[in-house]
């Protein structure tokens, strides 16, 4: 394992022991702030840290073990943007301050057209308006944002139409726009799948913690084969699909959109057990476990459902 | 040797492209199956691509990861014929010969393995499956020699083995895992005899060994008298781990046998197989990632119990969905019944490919027990009561 890697993971353990521990998004984006990760993957001589991708990996497994809420992906696919946009004036200062924390958004939505599931709108000042021959960041002022409640409620989701004539700078146009649009999908899935892989060993441990304390039959529940074999079956599915994810931060199109759909049914398989571990305790808001059920179901959807990039993967195939 | 993996790959596909067996589905008939795996095998010694997970003091040996994984790429992709004679041998034997038996052992049997003489595992008993600890095959000291008799059972190849990897009972004294032996037997030694066992899909890969006063010389344990266990698992752990990289490699490159179920039919254009298709696929690349990332670990000395019931896990749930879907795409037409070769995962025969996919959910340790493993062993989840008796007259 790289220092680097480790690195990441210690402060994410101290800055986010447990999913309890920072519920509320403003400040769950200022400790991601205070961390420095915003600033994690944009190059060294724009001001960031110069990881790689890889690295960013290992940050967006984190978020999501711990569950850390709002719009934080979108963020990173704005910085993304930004470092990756031709110089304008006024760049280096818009970087700056969105390293810091201050709020942009993006839709997390992949292969449809508008700005649906733009997460924090409420909060951001600027959206990231993604088009296939020019991308650019639009200022919110005037915009109508339309809450969209979903059932994660870890993210808030809006529907956002900016105001006529709003101020606009174009980041990219052309064939330009067509590369950074495809690095922003591959950043957005990466995050999606990291988001997800932390969550499934997140909610796994959890049910082999109550599995271990529960007892019925005179015995733990963790000593019944038929739910022994299951989580079993969970944690191999896991290490397979993390052994992708580790393998693909670099992955162009199509392979990183397959590779997250592969770690977000895996994220479902595995949330959607650990309810049933917990039998009637886990229908209850009290306790966690619902929490990563619903936020599995929409890191399914978010990034392009499974439907749409595995059809691509089969396409590919069928042409190589 | 080559001095980047990419030269490595091009050094190895030109090899291939000159020496690759095209009709090797023709020869591998019950009659043809022997010499063409033998002749096989010699031309990869030969080249230095049979054994590249082997150290590097023997040839071929000593490759690293990325190598390995373009050898095994490449053989993938030319659409050889996989070792299957020399499995035992090169892997299970190997690595027992590697890691517990004396120097001079394995000075003496690893260059006959690169000549190709084939072994077998006589581990499983009718009575001892998954709990291999139950074997009864008993051997008796008699001065320099182990007097053996018992029955083994589901070992494959013995029917053409030179060598068998044998665990006996020494001793029924104390734990069951303690009174256990392993012994390197001579297959032509008198009192062994062997009946091969037909299978579902109409092979015979595995058979029956029974043993009958078979004197073996003291010199050809491994490990101490009672050691047995401890060795065992080195075998079945290469098993577990080691062999899954060139499978896995394997599956992946059979994937085109897949396509070209789908190409020139009107299931191009089928979204539904589209997506299965690509989502297995996804799977299949899921599965190499694992094999690589175990063998990383294993280099570095970072394996960890129960890594490789993961991978083994993995690998054989994979291999059944993706034989499973050849099945589903072959229609009717792979119902109909097609004489087979030996082979497993390619084969050129869905249904056989698929039966032989239990291979890997059975064999060296069922699912069930790998899942017990983990959820033992890596999840920390507590074993069942023991002291069950089954009741008299059950
Ligand atoms: C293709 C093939 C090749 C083989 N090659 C060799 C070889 O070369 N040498 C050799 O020695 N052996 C070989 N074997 C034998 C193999 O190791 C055994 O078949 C295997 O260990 C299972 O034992 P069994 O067949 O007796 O099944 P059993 O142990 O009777 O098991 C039957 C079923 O019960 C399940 N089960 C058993 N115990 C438990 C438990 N505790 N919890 C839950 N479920 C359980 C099993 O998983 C299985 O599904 C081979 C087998 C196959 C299929």
Redesign the pocket.
Known sequence: MSTMRRELEDSALKAFPHWEVVREREQARATVAELGWFMAGVPEDMGGLGLSRAELGVIFAQLGRALVPGGLVAQFLAVEALAGAQAFAGRDELLESAMAGEPLTASLAIGREGLEAVPDADLASHVLVRGVQEIALVALEGATIEPTPAWDTSRALFSVKPAEGGARLVLASGAEAAALNARLDELACLALAGDALGGASAVLAISIDYLGTRRQFDRPLAMF?ALK?RAADLKAAIDTASALYDASSDARGTAMGAMKAHCCEVYKQVAEEAVQFHGGIGLTVEYPVHLFLKRAFLNRELGGSAGFWNERAGRALLEA | MSDTPEDLRHEIRQWLADNAPGDWRDQSTHEGFVASQRAWFAQLVAAGYAVPHWPGEWPGGGRSLAEQKIIYEELARADTPRLLLSF?STY?AAATLMECASKEQAAHYLPRILKGETW?????????????AAIRTKAVRRGDVYVVSGQ???????QYADMC?L?VRTSSEGAKQAGMTYLLMDMTLPGVSVRPIH?IQGDE??AEIFLDEVEIPVSQRVGEEGAGWAVAQATLASERGLTLMELSYRMRGAMTRLVSEIAGTDRTEDRGVLRDLGALATRVDAVCALADRFLQKRMEDEEKIGDASVVKLAYARCLRAWAEMGVTLSGLSGQLHAPITYGDLNSGNWMADFM?S????????????Q??IIAERMLGMPR?PRGWKLEAGQ
């Open positions: 084969q074999h | 035992v299970h077998c595992q006589g581990f499983s008993e009718p009575g001892a499956g998954s709990d291999l083994k059972i589901w070992s494959t190849m013995a990897l665990l299978q890969e595995f032989n239990y291979a890997w959910t059975i064999a060296g340790g069922s699912d069930e027990v899942r017990n069942e």
